[in-house]
């Protein structure tokens, strides 16, 4: 186990729907400024989060503080690999969005960016995450994201409360 690679946590839902408004707001900002850069940063805040952890998402960061301040109780935790799955596709888009707007075409890169804003929007207002869903199909995809980020328990059965709700 490398230290850029440490194990895999629980963490609060709610601290994910957070960081998922908050970096929605800022692809919307970001948009009707006219500020291209600030899309491509984000996507590479999600780059990194998803590679080494859901605790370097910088647009979530606020959240314990959220939950102190309105004495919020603990939520039934999930695991961490499918919120970053999720941000990894989410920088994949800011990725070839920001590769768009490189390339002269403004308007593919705000659909990309506006793609991410409305699936985090998605799971800021609702919890649903497409791409925590997406990650327990179990295809092709989602197999080799656990093996970059050096997973050790070959793709097994995760426990996760939220998905029990909805089957």
Known sequence: MSILTPPARSIDPRGQRFGAGVSAIVLGVAFVIGLPWLAVLLGVNLAISSAFGTRLFLP???????????????????????????????????GLAGLAFLAGAPALGWLLAGAVAALQTLLAVTGICVGCRLYFLRWWVPSQFARLVRRADALQSLEVPALNRIG
């Open 60 to 94: 979530g960061r606020a959240w314990p503080l959220v939950r102190r301040t309105l004495r919020l109780g603990p939520a039934a935790p999930e695991h961490e690999y499918p919120p970053r799955f999720a941000q990894a596709l989410g920088a994949t888009f800011l």
